[in-house]
């Protein structure tokens, strides 16, 4: 009796044990290159690259579609002189003005519509009137205003960030849990110490997918404004870059300057808004 007594429990013991063994399964060299977002996206850039490579040889007509080949050619040819170089920083430099100065002042708008009546319904009304226009159509008023320069430049890109900036972050703060506004309360904090150490925190991912927005619209408007300052003064970045080529007949170069204008999209989304994204809110443990 007693041997089969141990024996059944030997015997569940080993049935538990069992029940707890995990079995991984390895994954082969190909499944795991394919699980890398790098791989994946990479592959698409070659995908991409082969097919305008593959089109514009088969259309071979170099006035309407260069080759990749001739574009990357023109490309290093532009860096190498010097000109691409300095026409993206005069954009970049005027872009980081405007993008600043908007994020600033949506976040003066906003501060007022999380703390007064008067200061929500201002920006509700402004965000209604404003936000559904184009950026672009207040060019006109700003050579008006200002005349040409980068403070013209600078005014369309503030109507291209604050409100979408202000929309985003307004609604973030309204999503704060009831718990954390309490656990702010109960801190006794208020004003500004509220809203940046109970708000924000909890609110940074909505708050950073308006950056994210906000920078997009900034960088489109800039390179169409500078379209439009390089016909009118003959100088500008990117834009007048672009529309000089054209001018020329260069459309090689016309497509290296896209190129650029697509990279620093690019290197602006997948490092800077990434890294802020994992010093953050992924280390926060708001987004896996």
């Keep these: 009796m007693g041997r ?11 049935a538990e044990a069992g029940k707890q ?14 699980n890398n977002t790098f791989f994946r996206k990479t592959l698409i850039i070659i995908v991409l690259a082969v097919a305008w490579e593959l089109y514009a040889r088969w259309l071979d007509n170099p006035l309407l579609f260069p080759t990749l080949t001739d574009t990357v050619r023109s490309f290093f040819d532009s860096i190498g002189s010097g000109v691409l170089l300095a026409r993206a920083w005069t954009s970049i430099r005027v872009l980081l003005i405007g ?19 008067i200061g929500t ?35 369309v890109l503030l109507h291209s960030v604050v409100w979408v900036v ?25 004003g500004l110490s509220y809203v940046g150490r109970i708000l924000i925190p909890a609110a940074f991912p909505s708050i950073l997918t308006g950056l994210k927005i906000g920078w997009a619209f900034a960088w489109r408007t800039l390179i169409a ?30 497509f290296a300057g896209l190129l650029t204008v697509i990279i620093i999209g690019l290197l602006v989304e997948n490092f800077v808004f990434r890294l802020i994204e994992k010093k953050t809110v992924r280390r926060w443990g708001m987004q896996s």
């Design 121 to 155: 319904d201002f920006l509700e009304v402004m965000t209604a009137m404003f936000n559904p226009l184009p950026a672009i159509a207040l060019l006109p008023l700003a050579l008006i205003w200002f005349g040409l320069g980068t403070t013209s430049i600078v005014f």
């Design 4 to 14: 089969a007594t141990i024996t059944l429990r030997q015997q569940g013991a080993e």
């Design 225 to 254: 404004a500078e379209l439009v300052f390089g016909v009118a003064s003959g100088k500008g970045g990117l834009g007048w870059f672009i529309f000089e080529n054209r001018n020329l007949l260069d459309i090689p170069a016309v």
């Design 99 to 117: 993008y600043v100065v908007g994020i600033v002042l949506a976040a003066v708008i906003t501060i007022l519509a999380i703390s007064t009546r």
């Design 166 to 190: 202000a929309l985003n972050t307004q609604a973030g703060f309204l999503a704060v849990s009831q718990t954390l506004r309490m656990v702010g309360r109960n801190y006794e904090l208020q």
């Design 21 to 34: 063994t995990v079995l991984v399964r390895e994954l082969s060299a190909a499944q795991k290159l394919w």
